[in-house]
């Protein structure tokens, strides 16, 4: 059987690749066609039809500006799926782009999957129908997301966050601190990891603000988590303080660090799964984030993912004009020790016992497959 898969952002590619590891131990015989990175290419042994790396855009201005390169994408997509005929479509996340082929596709008698769903909870409810009319099954990784749907008349299937998953297979592997010292040349000074993000846009708005505070830490070393999907230059700020740049050990430094300077997103739950205290930071466009806080409204209180689950402000979150070095030498220095590091621990423990166990590529895996072949 023939399924074509598309993510288009790094969180994507890894909770694909889980997913599509799970799917060929239950049938060997599956054909895939994909659009992600390098962690799918390793389960396929193929090239992607596009690489995360071309497809990220972010924000309402970066997407206008971007928007023939976009539409040429959702045309070679289209093309490129009519061409390989795949039974099965599964999308995964990625909503701007994915919910436009899923109603193409259902078009076509293509039937489509859906795993990790757009946040219709936080903006644009109206998804929810082209969710209904388009996609058969929709697999969410957030216990709230259930009643969400079900408010709207679709049964979702909760499987769990997947990050569970992949946090449980690289922790046997993870270096101890000393070996993570010895390999990247760092001292023996309480690491502050700085996590800015794997996009062009993140980097450029909010590491310089991010390394602003390096000065006041003396007795820390600030290690940076970079990612081959950006040129190195775009670190080249942290160079040129002598920081140390690390590139695709983002487990091993959450789990070796004593705090983090985190962007919002996936990461936040990382760290927090990892148990590291963090600041979380965003900074977007200023015409973007305006026209997300209209149409967020007051739906969505937190943009932090351990906040959101938890429905409380676990971490602190920095902005748009709250992000400065002066507010982030603050709160930074809070984690680093006292009550609120300690509090924050203590809610980290409530959030990982809320998720549950690990399992959740398994299960989607599990439920995907006997929906498909039950409907034969």
């Avoid at 697999?139 to 749907?149: G, K, M, N, Q, S």
């Amino acid at each position: 059987m023939k399924y074509y898969v598309i993510a288009g952002e790094p969180s994507g590619d890894l909770h694909a690749s889980n997913m599509m590891k799970e799917l060929l131990l239950l049938d060997k015989n599956i054909e895939f066609r994909f659009w992600g990175g390098d962690l799918m290419e390793a389960v396929t042994h193929q090239k992607p039809r596009k690489h995360i790396k071309d497809l990220a855009f972010m924000g309402f201005v970066e997407v206008a500006k971007n928007i023939r390169t976009i539409f040429k994408n959702i045309a070679f997509c289209k093309q490129d799926i009519l061409e390989f005929k795949p039974e099965i479509l599964i999308l995964v996340d990625y909503p701007g782009f994915n919910l436009r082929i899923a109603d193409w596709a259902k078009q076509q008698g293509i039937r489509v999957f859906y795993y990790i769903s757009p946040t219709i909870w936080a903006w644009k409810e109206n998804r929810v129908e082209i969710v209904k009319r388009s996609v058969e099954k929709m697999f969410v990784i957030l216990p709230f997301e259930v009643a969400v749907y079900k408010k709207h008349n679709y049964e979702a299937d909760y499987v769990g966050h997947p990050l569970l998953d992949a946090i449980e297979q690289e922790k046997s592997s993870l270096p101890d601190k000393a070996t993570f010292i010895s390999k990247n040349n760092l001292d023996n000074r309480p690491i502050i990891a700085v996590l800015p993000g794997s996009r062009k846009q993140e980097i450029e708005r909010m590491f310089s603000i991010m390394l602003d505070v390096v000065n006041d830490f003396k007795d820390y070393q600030f290690v940076i988590a970079g990612t081959t999907n950006l040129p190195k230059e775009a670190y080249q700020m942290a160079i040129d303080k002598n920081l140390k740049v690390v590139f695709n050990q983002t487990y091993a430094l959450m789990h070796n660090a004593h705090a983090g300077i985190i962007k919002s997103g996936t990461s936040t739950l990382e760290s927090a799964l990892f148990r590291l205290p963090q600041v979380v930071c965003y900074k977007g466009g200023t015409v973007s984030y305006s026209i997300a806080k209209m149409v967020v409204g007051g739906r969505v209180k937190y943009i932090g993912l351990p906040n959101l689950i938890l429905d409380k402000p676990v971490v602190k979150e920095l902005i748009q004009s709250d992000l400065t070095s002066k507010n982030l030498k603050e709160e930074l220095t809070k984690i680093i020790s006292g009550p609120i590091r300690e509090e924050m621990l203590k809610e980290y423990d409530g959030l990982i016992k809320l998720l549950g166990n690990s399992g959740a590529s398994k299960k989607v895996a599990e439920l995907m497959y006997n929906h498909i072949h039950a409907k034969k």
